[in-house]
């Protein structure tokens, strides 16, 4: 699938207009093969790669949950499982950092994060140091960052499809041409696109946005695929950067390593939202052995938030070093749920089909053609009765270019039983 196709896409502005291009910028972005020492960096300040974002279209999802999110008891359409209190997080924290807490000053921080919390990211990357870690406003930032500080107006890029929004659009304000490679759905079960995304690894492309364990289908590549895409990256010359926002929540397999295991020249993005619970700390991170890179992205970042808040840095840092238990606490809800969703459609399959997927917290669901055809085949009009009767909000699939007969389910929050009552009472 080219550009043209994608289904996320609007039409273009009868302008023509792109990204702004050129700039001394460009040539010192993609001259940069390889990872610098951090003194030769300081030596040379980056040079940041030109790019435009007036002209992104609007994020279809995120206003969908703007007008619906905090409105409605029952949300099962979001990705993000079920969250802590402030004081139930504090519960884990050993006595350093809860004398850090305590003493903690609202001023500014250190725009490369706070260094206790790099080393807490770092700590789940082996090879990796805090050295190698940029903290960000969460993974929006973190994805803009990797993005800004990667590509050249004129790079083509491979990214999956359907996918999250800003993983097709980033790439394309920073002005890039995007080649979409498309999950493969087989009887409403998603699998990675193995065959089809190595033979778009090509010569003249330059980036690959890979996004694994994917949203929303659950797909994920396996450790061995994983190796195999970023061992043909390497010997073309791609960046991978690599959303693995949903990494530790694989089900009946092996989690696949980190790109940045991988590769030096390769971007981890992660962050607290998905594995531990935590979106409302707002706290996301690239991981690189490319100082260069990391050091473009930490420029850039004096334009957009500067440094991430101190009480979150803290907080994350508990997190992070309670990281195992957190992950349990979300795998046991998730799979609890799985099952319930399971028993729900085969008592119920004349609401929607589902099957359980390979990874993360979400899916993608299927209408039935009954429903549909009690709503005059329309299921916009499916998911307005659901919210307006039942108080049930999913999201829905065109907003990550899936069908519009297909929504996004999440199985992470505790009232899932609740949720999937209140459907079955208004069908």
Request: glycine share 8%; charged share 25%.
């Amino acid at each position: 699938m080219k550009i043209d196709d994608d289904p996320l896409r609007p039409a273009p502005d009868a302008s023509g207009a792109g990204p702004t291009a050129g700039g001394p910028g460009v040539s010192a972005a993609r001259s940069s093969a390889g990872a610098a020492s951090p003194d030769s960096v300081a030596a040379a300040p980056p040079v940041v790669p030109s790019a435009r974002l007036g002209g992104v279209p609007e994020f279809a999802l995120e206003r969908f949950f703007d007008r619906f999110e905090f409105d409605l008891p029952h949300q099962l359409g979001s990705s993000d499982p079920e969250t802590l209190s402030v004081t139930e997080l504090l519960a884990l924290a050993d006595a350093e950092l809860l004398e850090q807490w305590q003493r903690l000053r609202l001023g500014y921080r250190t725009a490369a994060g706070d260094p206790a919390l790099r080393a807490a990211i770092a700590a789940l990357y082996p090879g990796r140091t805090a050295d190698d870690v940029l903290v960000a406003v969460g993974a929006a930032e973190a994805l803009l960052l990797a993005c800004a500080a990667t590509i050249v107006p004129g790079d083509r890029a491979v990214a999956l499809t359907p996918a999250y929004q800003s993983l097709h659009e980033l790439p394309r304000a920073m002005g890039a041409t995007l080649d979409l490679v498309a999950v493969e759905e087989r009887d409403d079960a998603w699998r990675f696109p193995f065959e089809r995304l190595m033979g778009a690894l090509r010569p003249g492309v330059a980036l690959l946005v890979l996004n694994t364990p994917h949203n929303p289908t659950g797909a994920a590549a396996s450790p061995d695929e994983l190796r195999a895409i970023v061992s043909r990256c390497e010997e073309l010359g791609i960046r991978v950067i690599g959303d693995e926002v949903y990494r530790g929540l694989e089900w009946g397999r092996a989690t696949a390593p980190s790109v940045t295991e991988l590769a030096d020249r390769a971007v981890a993005v992660g962050v607290t939202s998905k594995v531990y619970g935590l979106a409302g700390l707002r706290i996301g991170w690239i991981v690189t052995g490319d100082h260069e890179l990391r050091a473009r992205a930490r420029a850039i970042k004096d334009y957009t938030t500067l440094c991430a808040a101190g009480p979150s840095e803290v907080l994350a840092t508990v997190a992070l070093r309670a990281e195992r238990l957190l992950r349990e606490r979300t795998r046991t809800r998730c799979e609890a749920n799985m099952v319930r969703l399971e028993a729900f459609v085969a008592q119920h399959p004349e609401l929607f089909a589902w099957r359980r997927p390979a990874a993360t917290t979400v899916s993608v669901a299927r209408l039935a053609a009954p429903l549909l055809a009690r709503h005059g085949g329309d299921p916009e009009a499916v998911l307005a009765h659901w919210r307006d009767r039942a108080g049930v909000v999913v999201a829905p699939g065109p907003a990550f270019g899936c069908t519009p007969d297909q929504f996004r389910v999440g199985f992470g929050r505790a009232d899932l039983p609740e949720a999937l009552e209140a459907l079955a009472a208004v069908g």
